[in-house]
């Protein structure tokens, strides 16, 4: 514990450093957050049409684990998002993940293209359910298939 303790302890000069960092605050609605900057920034949307999200993505390398593969969390990540998106509506709050199944089918590199194809299952009441297939648009080789469930609102009839 002492040794973890004293690896992640900063030096003097380290802090001072750190202090400098100016973090601007997120305006929710307006700016884009680190974290879909992140996990998001290069993703071109191919096709949108109710109930479906067609897209391409090379992967960067920010997103690959030590070997140069798509990270586990990274995939997680695209179906969470790419999940969530094919049933959104705009102005209402983005719905709220329920529950993730993903099957790890293969793997795919860094630069590798992926077409990545969302669609909606079915909804029932304020609950929906999607599936998201992320291909190696290449080879069109499987990397992962994950199915999303949701709650949220519905857009109002009047």
Same mark, same amino acid.
């Given at each position: 514990?002492?040794?973890?303790?004293e690896?992640?302890?900063?030096?003097?000069?380290?802090?001072?450093?750190?202090?400098r960092?100016?973090?601007?605050?997120h305006?929710?609605?307006?700016?884009?957050?680190f *974290?879909?900057?992140?996990?998001l920034?290069?993703?071109?949307? %191919?096709?949108?049409?109710?109930?479906?999200?067609?897209?391409?993505?090379?992967?960067?390398?920010?997103?690959t684990?030590?070997?140069?593969?798509?990270?586990?969390?990274a995939?997680?990540?695209?179906v969470?998002?790419?999940?969530?998106?094919?049933?959104?509506?705009?102005?209402?709050?983005?719905?709220?993940?329920?529950?993730?199944?993903?099957?790890?089918?293969?793997?795919?590199?860094? %630069?590798?293209?992926?077409?990545?194809?969302?669609?909606?299952?079915?909804?029932?009441?304020? *609950?929906?359910?999607?599936?998201?297939l992320?291909?190696?648009?290449?080879?069109?080789?499987?990397?992962?298939?994950?199915?999303?469930?949701?709650?949220?609102?519905?857009?109002?009839?009047?």
């Amino acid at each position: 514990m002492e040794k973890a303790k004293e690896f992640l302890t900063l030096t003097d000069e380290e802090c001072e450093i750190v202090s400098r960092v100016v973090v601007s605050p997120h305006r929710v609605g307006i700016d884009t957050s680190f *974290y879909e900057d992140f996990i998001l920034k290069g993703i071109q949307v %191919n096709r949108v049409e109710p109930g479906l999200v067609a897209c391409t993505f090379k992967i960067p390398p920010h997103l690959t684990d030590r070997t140069g593969k798509l990270s586990s969390g990274a995939i997680a990540n695209l179906v969470d998002e790419l999940g969530g998106v094919v049933i959104h509506v705009e102005n209402l709050p983005m719905n709220v993940s329920v529950d993730m199944s993903i099957s790890f089918v293969s793997t795919a590199m860094v %630069n590798d293209e992926l077409e990545i194809i969302s669609r909606v299952l079915g909804q029932r009441g304020r *609950y929906s359910g999607t599936i998201v297939l992320i291909r190696n648009k290449a080879t069109g080789e499987v990397v992962a298939e994950g199915r999303h469930s949701l709650f949220g609102k519905h857009p109002s009839k009047l």
